[in-house]
């Protein structure tokens, strides 16, 4: 005869929640579930994560945003009461856009070391966001440097300058001296200016100047002929006419829903219905095919500046 599970306590199904998900096991002995309702638990669909976590709803999808939260939470829930989630992870609670697809989160005690008490990362004066503890931007965005390519740290840095998380790249420079992967802010840093509203806005503006096309205008205002705002362009380039071509970039995750995909679509009518723009329309998807993108926006320009074939518009 199969045992049926009693219901959760309601407290601990709460702290379940709010923590994503994850309960440590001293947390379900402090209310009330012993080893061996855990372990009725696991065998019901539960997982045993680690010594300390276990993970009460492990099906709970693929989506990468999901993904790392549940990561850091992890990683703080096995660090300890009071722990800090840093690097990467701390900025994936913030809502940082740019971080790779896949990272180690970690968490560290206040005092700088890990759960078996290694020495990891200087934690300095923290923040609360979203009740997880955190180091202030700079200081975790220069713990992340060592893990960064150049199109993650200046997509994460146009992310920092854009919401005002960060005064300017000279400010991370000063506190960096010194640091792992200083050489690569140095290096990369001067190429973020924090107009970018995504990491494949700056991630598209970044392939348009390694292909030598000419810096475009970010955010370009367009209006009506009655001085009203349109839109705002991702990317722009003036062409010899007076006309802008036009470059939007479409996420995903905002871009494929019906009621945005509405929108967009009454927002173009209306930018080239001015007889001002031209547009161009690209996706992520886009992004990943080398060339694609600074090569078709390279022919619209060579067509506009009414250059014969072979000849390229370059900055």
Same mark, same amino acid.
């Given at each position: ?26 947390? %379900? ?13 696991? #065998?019901?669909?539960? +997982? ?26 992890? #990683? !703080? !829930?096995?660090?300890?009461?009071? =722990? ?7 900025? #994936?609670?913030?809502? %940082? ?7 180690? =989160? ?15 990362? #200087? ?41 005002? %998380? ?5 400010? !991370? ?30 991630? =598209?503006?970044?392939? %348009? ?8 205008? &970010? ?25 802008? !071509? ?23 009518? =209306? ?8 547009? &161009? ?21 060579? +067509? ?12």
């Amino acid at each position: 005869m199969v045992r049926r599970l009693t219901p959760l306590n309601p407290e601990l199904a709460r702290l379940a929640s709010a923590q994503r998900g994850f309960l440590t096991v001293a947390q %379900c002995r402090n209310h009330g579930l012993d080893h061996r309702g855990v372990a009725r638990r696991i #065998a019901s669909g539960w +997982v045993r994560v680690d010594e300390v976590v276990l993970d009460t709803t492990p099906d709970v999808g693929s989506d990468p945003q999901v993904r790392r939260l549940r990561d850091v939470e992890r #990683a !703080l !829930l096995r660090a300890g009461p009071g =722990a800090v989630a840093v690097g990467l992870g701390s900025l #994936a609670l913030r809502g %940082c856009w740019g971080l790779p697809h896949r990272f180690d =989160a970690k968490a560290v005690r206040r005092t700088g070391t890990d759960a078996r008490g290694s020495a990891q990362h #200087a934690v300095g004066r923290t923040e609360i966001v979203g009740g997880r503890r955190v180091p202030s931007v700079p200081e975790a965005l220069i713990q992340s440097l060592p893990h960064l390519d150049r199109l993650h740290l200046v997509a994460m840095l146009d992310w920092a300058l854009h919401t005002g %998380c960060l005064a300017s790249v000279d400010e !991370l420079l000063s506190l960096s001296r010194g640091r792992r992967g200083a050489r690569r802010l140095k290096e990369w840093g001067h190429e973020a200016n924090g107009l970018a509203e995504s990491q494949l806005e700056t991630w =598209a503006r970044l392939q %348009c100047h390694d292909a030598g096309l000419p810096p475009p205008e &970010l955010q370009v205002a367009v209006h009506d002929d009655a001085g009203r705002l349109l839109a705002r362009g991702d990317l722009g380039w003036r062409m010899p006419d007076g006309r802008w !071509l036009i470059v939007e970039i479409d996420g995903r995750s905002v871009h494929e829903r019906a009621e945005a995909l509405l929108a967009d679509r009454h927002r173009q009518n =209306a930018l080239v219905g001015t007889g001002r723009v031209m547009i &161009l329309r690209f996706t992520a998807d886009d992004l990943r095919r080398e060339g694609y993108v600074p090569g078709v926006i390279r022919a619209a320009l060579r +067509v506009a500046m009414g250059l014969p074939a072979g000849h390229s518009a370059t900055a």
